[in-house]
Each structure stands twice: as C-alpha cells, then as structure tokens.
C-alpha cells in the first residue's frame, strides 16, 4: 500500500511540474496579439511587418528553447514593440491549450504557408504576403541580423 501511495504521489508531482513546465514555456506577453485579424489591422495601421510565429508549445523542445532565449529577453521585446506586430500561431498536440478557433486558424496559416517545421518564422506584409522567413532553431544571436533585414526593407 506504501508504495502505491508513493507511486502516486510521484506520478502527481510528476504531471503538475510538466504542466507547468508546458504553461511557463508558452508566451503569454502584452506584445503578442491575441487576434489574427487584429494583428493584420494593427500591421496595416502602423505600417509594421506581422511577424508569425509557427510553434508546438507542448511538444517543440527548439520551440520551447526558441520562447526561453529570444522571445522572452528584454532586447527582443524593444526591438519587436518599435518595428513589428506578433502573432503566435500555437499547434500543440494537446488541442485544449488552445481555443478551438484559434487552432484551426492556426492550422490554416500552417497549411497556407506551407510551414511543415517548427520554429518558423514569418514576416508577412499587411496584405498577408511573406516578406521573409527563418525555419528551424539557430543561435539565438544570428535571429537579431535576420530581424534587422525585414526592418530595412521595410524602411526600403
């Protein structure tokens, strides 16, 4: 019976602590839109490119690192609040962690763009029309030359 009790005791633990692991992990900021028709208005209106984010947030170990390293650092966030609008296009395996519309949007802008790794990113224009992308994970510092990039051209 001890060893029952232990068992579920660590199978508990065990579940709570990867719940929170997937819930820290997730970006939840005030710089990312809640809304993709939002995020379009707001990139026409301010003439900002829309930057995309494809990611796994429960199962996307580089997604995850990806969140840690660059989206959640002081330098990203100044960079992206001045030059750019965020959307993150979440499709993790556990479909509750997003609501059901979000996630089917989600899935079609994953089928429209024809993402098929993550990470991706994407820049789109307001018309919804790729200026650049980045698929995969690299270092973390090489991401910042590649956001300068869509920040001159569309001073350009």
Known sequence: MRNLFLFVAVLFFGITSWSQEIEKDTIVDEIWSDSYKEALKQAKKEKKPLLVYFKGS???????KLDRELFSTEKF???????FVLYEADIPFNQDLVEKEKLKLNKELAEKYKVSSYPTILFLNHKQKVIAYKKGLILTEYYYPFFDSVIKKKRG
């Open 58 to 64: 429960d199962w996307c170990s580089p997604c995850k």
């Open 77 to 83: 966030k100044n960079i992206s609040k001045e030059n």
